[in-house]
Every structure is written in structure tokens, then in C-alpha cells.
């Protein structure tokens, strides 16, 4: 028998976690195995405007089962077909016991199953249902909405508060045209769509630490994430590239975790080359300046 939590838990941000760990508390209470059903993608997916996620599936199902649960992914377009109530009885068939969730939980065809019908019908049915209030941070619902906003902004601090964690991306490194190289300022450029549709944070340049497969150290970098407006290209795709303050060696095919630490400024089209060095230049002074500040205690 389980207790259950159903969500796309993107980000594991602290209202997930509010939600995990009553489900958590209420399994064993009540001798029941912690189960979650995770969405690999929210609804918006496929509205208009999404702007992708904040975390893999692979990341979030790692911290949830590392929480203790079992967690079940499964895609959003293989269950959006089937009607609440028959939803609902494929839960208690499968042994859900106790369902936790939000006050905004809605599932089945149409959004129909919400929480007034699961204190009624899933009542009836045997199940009881447990409905957390929303968690608030400066009068705002703490959700992946938010968080989603944060970043478009650049406010890379406060999308880390809210997740209790440094926002993290992860890829394999490809290669490209060695515009880096070329200014002096060789970078890694990082797939981090290789397989799912993570959110591009605003354009522009970030502090941000390196995990990369094959080395025991963390390395401090500068992080750009945008189109290069300074050079032509005929199609202009985000990227992320990240050059590794005081490393030197060959990273293509290797799969790099970057941690976003802080924003450092929006990108901008410079004249030349000259001027985008320069620029470049005072980005690694201010970098360091901001390590040895972070890193002095």
C-alpha cells in the first residue's frame, strides 16, 4: 500500500520538498511505502510559452528516490486522454492508500479531477486525501513558475534560495567554431538539450562552478548564455559555453554539470573583437575577485 504524491516536481524547490516530506511522514506513520508519480514534463510543454524545464527528469528523480521514495515517471501525453475518474480508480488499483498534494492539484481529461472531487469521491472510495496550503516567500507561491522567472531575469541568488540548491545544467561538450580559442578565452560549449528541453536563464554572463567527468576537482568559470550577437551566424540558437578559469585541456565528449553561482552582466554586441576582449578581461577580474570573496572564509 502507498502513500502518494503525483507532480512534475520541477526543481525539487522548497514547496516540492514541503510535499515530499509530508508524504514521507505520513508513509511511515501509517506503514506505508512513499511513492511518487512524476510528470517528465508540465502541461505547458505542450502549450504555447514554455519555457523549458529548470531540471532534467533524471536529477529530479535522483533527489526524490534519494528522499526515500519510489518514484514512477511517466509522459503527460500518455494519461492527459484518461477521464478522473477512472484515473482516480487506477490509483487505489495499483494500492494508494493516502494521497498528499497541493491546494492547485488537478488530474484526468481536461484538468476535470481536482481537490474537491478527491475529498469527495476519493473519500468515498476509501482513500484519505491530505492538502497542503501553499508555501509563500514574500507573498508569492513558491512554484516552479516562479523560479522559471527568476532565471529569465537573471536573478540566479534568488532562483537558488527558493531551491534550497544551486541551480544546476548538465551536458556533453561539442564542438564548435573555436571563437573562444581565438580570443584567448578557450570554452567548453555545453549541449544542455542534449536530451531534454531545459530553460536558457537570461542572456548573458554567470559565475558557475564545473563538474566534469574524469576530474576530481571543482573548476570556477565564466559562463556565457546567449546567441554571440557580436558574430554572424545564420541561425541564432542559445548556447552555453563556459570558460574554466586556470585550466587547460582537451574537454570535447566530456559531460560537464556547471553550478550557477551568481549573474555577472547581460550580453551585448561589441564593435570588434578588441572590445569583446576587453570585456571579456574585466569579466575574469570581476570573476575572481567575487571566488576569493566567496571562498575567504
Known amino acids: 500500500m502507498y502513500a502518494l504524491t503525483i507532480g512534475?516536481?520541477?526543481?525539487?524547490?522548497?514547496?516540492?520538498?514541503?510535499?515530499?516530506?509530508?508524504?514521507?511522514?505520513?508513509?511511515?506513520?501509517?506503514?506505508?511505502?512513499?511513492?511518487?508519480?512524476?510528470?517528465?514534463?508540465?502541461?505547458?510543454?505542450?502549450?504555447?510559452?514554455?519555457?523549458?524545464?529548470i531540471l532534467p527528469s533524471w536529477e529530479r528523480k535522483r533527489l526524490i528516490e534519494e528522499m526515500?521514495?519510489?518514484?514512477?515517471?511517466?509522459?503527460?501525453?500518455?494519461?492527459?486522454?484518461?477521464?478522473?475518474?477512472?484515473?482516480?480508480?487506477?490509483?487505489?488499483?495499483?494500492?494508494?492508500?493516502?494521497?498528499?498534494?497541493?491546494?492547485?492539484?488537478?488530474?484526468?481529461k481536461g484538468a476535470m479531477g481536482d481537490v474537491s472531487y478527491l475529498l469527495t469521491s476519493g473519500v468515498k472510495k476509501g482513500l484519505i486525501v491530505e492538502v497542503l496550503h501553499d508555501l509563500k516567500e514574500m507573498g508569492n507561491r513558491v512554484s516552479s513558475t516562479l523560479i522559471r522567472k527568476n532565471l529569465k531575469k537573471g536573478n540566479i541568488k534568488e532562483s537558488n534560495k527558493l531551491l534550497e540548491k544551486n541551480w544546476t545544467v548538465e551536458g556533453t561538450v561539442y564542438e564548435d567554431r573555436?571563437?573562444?580559442?581565438?580570443?584567448?578565452?578557450?570554452?567548453?560549449?555545453?549541449?544542455?538539450?542534449?536530451?531534454?528541453?531545459?530553460?536558457?536563464?537570461k542572456y548573458g554572463v554567470y559565475l558557475t562552478k564545473g563538474y566534469i567527468d574524469g576530474y576530481s576537482r571543482i573548476l570556477w568559470g565564466l559562463t556565457s548564455v546567449g546567441i554571440r550577437?557580436?558574430?554572424?551566424?545564420?541561425?541564432?540558437?542559445?548556447?552555453?559555453?563556459?570558460?574554466?578559469?586556470?585550466?587547460f585541456g582537451d574537454l570535447y565528449g566530456k559531460h560537464i554539470k556547471l553550478e550557477f553561482i551568481d549573474f555577472l552582466r547581460t550580453e551585448e554586441k561589441f564593435n570588434d573583437q578588441i572590445e569583446l576582449i576587453r570585456k571579456i578581461s574585466k569579466d575574469e577580474d570581476n570573476a575572481r575577485a567575487l571566488i576569493e570573496s566567496l571562498t575567504k572564509n
Open 8 to 53: 512534475t516536481f520541477d526543481g525539487i524547490h522548497r514547496g516540492h520538498k514541503y510535499i515530499l516530506k509530508k508524504t514521507l511522514q505520513i508513509a511511515k506513520e501509517n506503514n506505508l511505502k512513499p511513492l511518487a508519480i512524476m510528470l517528465k514534463y508540465p502541461i505547458g510543454k505542450y502549450l504555447n510559452g514554455f519555457d523549458g524545464l
Open 229 to 247: 550577437p557580436t558574430y554572424f551566424e545564420e541561425i541564432k540558437i542559445p548556447k552555453t559555453e563556459t570558460y574554466f578559469l586556470d585550466f
Open 178 to 201: 573555436h571563437v573562444g580559442f581565438s580570443l584567448g578565452f578557450p570554452t567548453a560549449n555545453i549541449n544542455i538539450r542534449e536530451k531534454e528541453d531545459i530553460i536558457f536563464p
Open 68 to 108: 526515500g521514495f519510489e518514484v514512477k515517471i511517466i509522459e503527460m501525453k500518455d494519461v492527459w486522454h484518461i477521464n478522473h475518474e477512472d484515473y482516480l480508480n487506477h490509483l487505489i488499483d495499483i494500492g494508494t492508500k493516502y494521497i498528499v498534494c497541493g491546494e492547485d492539484f488537478k488530474f484526468g
